[in-house]
């Protein structure tokens, strides 16, 4: 089973709203990502979460705040968006470790549109 | 940082086979990987080389690297309309968990 989960698959918000976007696996993946993917550009890196620790933050705005709860959970958390923060958000997971190969396995995203 | 370049666009025919290219600036990137998006969808993992290997083959994909000139391309055998898609090259250096992308390639099969 190489499957990520992502909640939910479309999310409309205004600019004055919170709102937390779900991310879950159960393939025993010890890291978890999120991404952000503005149309017809590749994935950027958002955060890494290495044994349920922050290990790589690129220089995200704090109006996104991720958290992850357990090793097969990840959440980010939205509030005060700005409409250019409207893309798919992806969620990707990867084993970590002297013997892995860290090939990471996407969800299907959720769909951010901030008005 | 580095620069992974890919050719925007790419047309076969149902049948024929595909070749998408991949050329990268920094030569200490030690995995390499292909995904697959689907217009509205996640990447999907299509396969992956170690960069101490020149070839690898799974089923209709070919994997080839050429390590001296930084060109890593992904061969689809007998393309499907299914095929249709951007497809998207990675690089990983070892220890580093970051991923960086190609621009991705747009492949359009026509029957």
């Known amino acids: 089973d190489t499957e990520v989960t992502q909640t939910p698959k479309h999310l409309v918000m205004g600019m004055t709203n919170k709102k937390s976007l779900k991310c879950e696996q159960h393939?025993?993946?010890?890291?978890m990502y999120w991404y952000k993917q503005k149309a017809k550009k590749p994935p950027e890196l958002m955060f890494v979460?290495?044994?349920?620790?922050?290990?790589i933050n690129e220089s995200v705005p704090s109006r996104f705040s991720p958290e992850c709860p357990n090793s097969s959970l990840l959440n980010l958390h939205l509030h005060a968006l700005q409409p250019e923060d409207s893309a798919l958000y992806l969620c990707?997971?990867?084993?970590?470790?002297?013997?892995?190969?860290?090939?990471?396995?996407f969800g299907p995203g959720t769909r951010l549109t901030v008005t | 940082g580095e620069d992974v370049e890919q050719s925007l666009f790419l047309s076969v025919r149902e049948g024929d086979s595909s070749v998408i290219n991949c050329t990268y600036t920094?030569?200490?990137?030690?995995?390499l990987y292909w995904y697959k998006q689907e217009p509205g969808a996640g990447l999907q993992l299509l396969t992956y080389?170690?960069?101490?290997?020149d070839m690898k083959q799974d089923q209709r994909l070919t994997v080839l690297l050429n390590k001296k000139d930084k060109h890593l391309s992904l061969r689809i055998a007998d393309t499907q309309t299914g095929d249709s898609a951007i497809y998207f090259c990675?690089?990983?250096?070892?220890?580093?968990?970051?991923?960086?992308f190609g621009t991705g390639t747009r492949l359009l099969v026509s029957p």
């Open positions: 990707a997971s990867s084993q970590v470790g002297r013997a892995a190969t860290y090939e990471q396995y």
């Open positions: 393939m025993g993946h010890r890291a």
């Open positions: 979460y290495s044994y349920e620790k922050l290990s």
């Open positions: 920094d030569s200490s990137s030690t995995y």
């Open positions: 080389i170690f960069s101490n290997m």
């Open positions: 990675a690089g990983r250096n070892t220890g580093f968990q970051k991923l960086v």
